[in-house]
T-cell receptor
């Protein structure tokens, strides 16, 4: 593994189903992030984690949950998917959560909720 | 509220120069980032400015004026591979990135 990986690459999901998007990084970065990207909008932060064992809410957290049990993994769970959660989801990490922390992005997961 | 504005789309000619502008209003400022995103791919880092002035990196340069809430990304000697979206993002007082919607740059031969 080099960098950040995400799984699955794409998924079609029935509304009401539970889904976990996986994210793993091998750079030993402290901070990790989940964004969604929708056409015509900027990336929007869903949840973040500044270090293993801690998480925080971003701009659009409703309907999503995260955990950070260790440095490498940061899964995002949709408890009961709704069509408005159709989006491209990017996981990112940075060495520092502070000033100037460059974020490195995974390849993304394209999720469609029907 | 927090707001990042950049043009939706720009067109330029191969070999030319293009300037992509970004204006921002955010709660606090801890630096401004530019990322490049090719269609269907992840964003990749281009530049970071925290002090006023111009930062040059090869064919790409980025400028910041904190007093005006303004930045631009300058791309020189345009190549077809530069066709992509360019995302402006400001790190706010909580060190979170606030993102613009991106500027789609189309390069014509």
């Amino acid at each position: 593994i080099a960098g950040i990986t995400q799984a699955p690459t794409s998924q079609i999901l029935a509304a009401g189903r539970r889904m976990t998007l996986r994210c793993t990084q091998d750079m030993r970065h402290n901070a990790m992030y989940w964004y969604r990207q929708d056409l015509g909008l900027g990336l929007r932060l869903i949840h973040y984690s500044n270090t293993a064992g801690t998480t925080g809410k971003g701009e659009v957290p409703d309907g999503y949950s995260v955990s950070r049990a260790n440095t490498d993994d940061f899964p995002l769970t949709l408890a009961s998917a709704v069509p408005s959660q159709t989006s491209v989801y990017f996981c990112a990490s940075s060495d520092s959560a502070g000033e100037g922390g460059e974020q490195f992005f995974g390849p993304g997961t394209r999720l469609t909720v029907l | 509220g927090q707001n990042i504005d950049q043009p939706t789309e720009m067109t330029a000619t191969e070999g030319a120069i293009v300037q992509i502008n970004c204006t921002y209003q955010t709660s606090g400022f801890n630096g401004l980032f530019w990322y490049q995103q090719h269609a269907g791919e992840a964003p990749t880092f281009l530049s970071y400015n925290v002090l006023d002035g111009l930062e040059e990196k090869g064919r790409f340069s980025s400028f910041l004026s904190r007093s005006k809430g303004y930045s631009y990304l300058l791309l020189k000697e345009l190549q077809m591979k530069d066709s992509a979206s360019y995302l402006c993002a400001v790190q706010d007082s909580n060190y979170q990135l606030i993102w613009g919607a991106g500027t789609k740059l189309i390069i014509k031969p």
